[in-house]
């Protein structure tokens, strides 16, 4: 099973929609495997976005990311980045479908309350930065396993 990497940003914290936003990824089947709230370190979130680094929007990306508690977490799952990145919706909330994280709860591009990991590399860089080997907990069975997956 693939590992994605989730993140609640501050709007989403500061909105009290932690709860909502976990609930949905559990609904659906999926294993949490590691989670915190961090206020991130600038030079974690210039790295976290260095694919736009050099872009207009950058640097306020940048300040907004580090400008209150995130939720960073690892879960796991059957094609979990695509299923994820679906779940989310899309960037500009404007386009973003009803029934989605972002097409449900936000409503401007630079308050998009959530991250998640665009693909299996992507996730692979992400988790490492943000967290150690040792708090990434993907070991385990879920007791739903069997009915949950075929
Ligand atoms: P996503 O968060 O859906 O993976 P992305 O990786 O393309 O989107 O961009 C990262 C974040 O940067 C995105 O959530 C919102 C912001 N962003 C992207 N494109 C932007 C733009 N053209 N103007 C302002 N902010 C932008
Ligand atoms: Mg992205």
């Given at each position: 099973?693939?590992?994605?990497?989730?993140?609640?940003?501050?709007?989403?914290?500061?909105?009290?929609?932690?709860?909502?936003?976990?609930?949905?990824?559990?609904?659906?089947?999926?294993?949490?495997?590691?989670?915190?709230?961090?206020?991130?370190?600038?030079?974690?979130?210039?790295?976290?976005?260095?694919?736009?680094?050099?872009?207009?929007?950058?640097?306020?990306?940048?300040?907004?990311?580090?400008?209150?508690?995130?939720?960073?977490?690892?879960?796991?799952?059957?094609?979990?980045?695509?299923?994820?990145?679906?779940?989310?919706?899309?960037?500009?909330?404007?386009?973003?479908?009803?029934?989605?994280?972002?097409?449900?709860?936000?409503?401007?591009?630079?308050?998009?309350?959530?991250?998640?990991?665009?693909?299996?590399?992507s996730?692979q860089r992400e988790?490492k930065?943000?967290?150690?080997?040792?708090?990434?907990?993907?070991?385990?069975?879920?007791?739903?396993?069997?009915?949950?997956?075929?």
């Open positions: 099973m693939g590992l994605t990497f989730i993140a609640i940003k501050p709007d989403g914290v500061h909105r009290g929609l932690v709860g909502e936003i976990i609930a949905r990824f559990e609904k659906r089947g999926l294993k949490l495997c590691a989670l915190k709230v961090v206020v991130p370190e600038k030079a974690i979130a210039e790295k976290h976005y260095e694919e736009h680094a050099g872009k207009p929007f950058y640097p306020g990306l940048v300040d907004y990311l580090c400008s209150g508690p995130i939720v960073a977490m690892v879960w796991s799952g059957k094609d979990v980045v695509a299923v994820t990145r679906k779940m989310i919706g899309a960037t500009k909330p404007a386009q973003s479908e009803p029934g989605t994280i972002r097409g449900d709860l936000a409503l401007d591009m630079g308050r998009n309350v959530i991250h998640g990991s665009d693909s299996d590399d996730a988790i930065l943000w967290f150690k080997e040792e708090e990434v907990c993907s070991k385990y069975v879920k007791a739903d396993r069997m009915w949950v997956y075929e």
